[in-house]
């Protein structure tokens, strides 16, 4: 099946760094016609030197893992596992840590894997549907029935993460496949560009070439503000016949010394304000032990009172 696939990444016109990521890569054999492609985009946190670092890490370690053979999510726990490792190995990293979303298109099938609030939409008969299930704070609280989709849109706690690359030793990541048809369209984004875009701006973005709707979309962040970085991929789904067309912006800063794919992209920058951080499991628990302990104390001194 033909695929046309491009991407794009923006600091945006607040931030002046960009932690996002994104990967574009051909898979399969060598010179082989029939091959699938491979999309990651990684959105990290944790200030400047680590949120970058974590999302380079996470692009980098799955490309290189699944070219070595291994499955998309051994792969993406392969990395988160190096993230964690390093953030405990150097003071100044500590706490980075980046969502990912991930998915490879082979044939009539795309395997996705997926970790935070970055997201993956399927297009398809002028609809777009979201595959892949936000972790955060206020994606709880809506499905709880406690915030509407607009009150969790507006909440100052809308970047509060509760699952991520990087914060544990182990994830858990959520898994999926997907049957896709000519005509279909894949599009993956960071949480800059869905947070200010709706449904109908995603749809309109992946009728023209990925490339030009790549373009599209970021630019209309750009014009409501973008007050966090921008990243988008589109992999359209065009039939049979023909080579796949794959773009890609800017290369990746190489961060370790060593060569750098040229087929991810994102910027560097000085120093920006970190990413709100992620909520782990045990400050929660930690959280919910000290509320309990507090109504007890209150409960007891107004028995003693009466």
């Not at 991930?102 to 398809?124: K, N, P, T, W």
């Not at 809506?142 to 706690?157: D, F, I, Q, Y």
């Amino acid at each position: 099946m033909r695929l046309d696939v491009a991407g794009r990444s923006d600091v945006g016109k607040v931030r002046s760094l960009n932690e996002d990521r994104y990967a574009i890569r051909r898979v399969g054999a060598a010179g082989d016609d029939e091959g699938g492609v491979l999309c990651i985009i990684a959105d990290g946190m944790g200030g400047y030197a680590s949120g970058d670092l974590a999302a380079t890490l996470a692009v980098e370690m799955v490309l290189h893992a699944t070219e070595q053979g291994v499955a998309l999510p051994a792969a993406v726990a392969t990395a988160n596992a190096e993230i964690y490792r390093r953030s405990l190995a150097e003071a100044t990293h500590r706490g980075m840590g980046t969502t990912i979303t991930c998915v490879r298109i082979d044939g009539g099938q795309a395997e996705f894997v997926h970790a935070g609030d970055s997201r993956m939409y399927l297009v398809r008969d002028g609809r777009a549907r979201q595959l892949t299930t936000d972790h955060s704070w206020v994606a709880d609280e809506v499905r709880a029935g406690r915030l509407t989709a607009e009150e969790a849109r507006r909440s100052k706690h809308r970047n509060l993460i509760t699952r991520a690359l990087g914060l544990e030793q182990e994830v858990a990541i959520d898994t999926g496949t997907c049957p896709l048809v000519a005509g279909d369209a894949l599009l993956l984004c960071s949480d800059g560009v869905h947070n200010l875009l709706g449904d109908d701006d995603l749809v309109r973005a992946c009728t023209p070439p990925a490339e030009e709707g790549s373009n599209a979309l970021v630019e209309a962040v750009i014009a409501r503000g973008a007050p966090d970085n921008a990243t988008v991929v589109i992999a359209r789904l065009l039939g049979d016949g023909g080579e796949p067309r794959v773009a890609v912006t800017r290369p990746l800063p190489d961060l370790d010394g060593g060569e750098v794919p040229d087929t991810t992209a994102g910027s560097a920058a000085p120093p920006a304000p970190p990413r709100a951080r992620p909520i782990s499991k045990i400050a929660a628990l930690c959280l919910a032990a000290l509320a309990l302990a507090i109504l007890l104390y209150f409960a007891l001194v107004h028995g003693v009172a009466r």
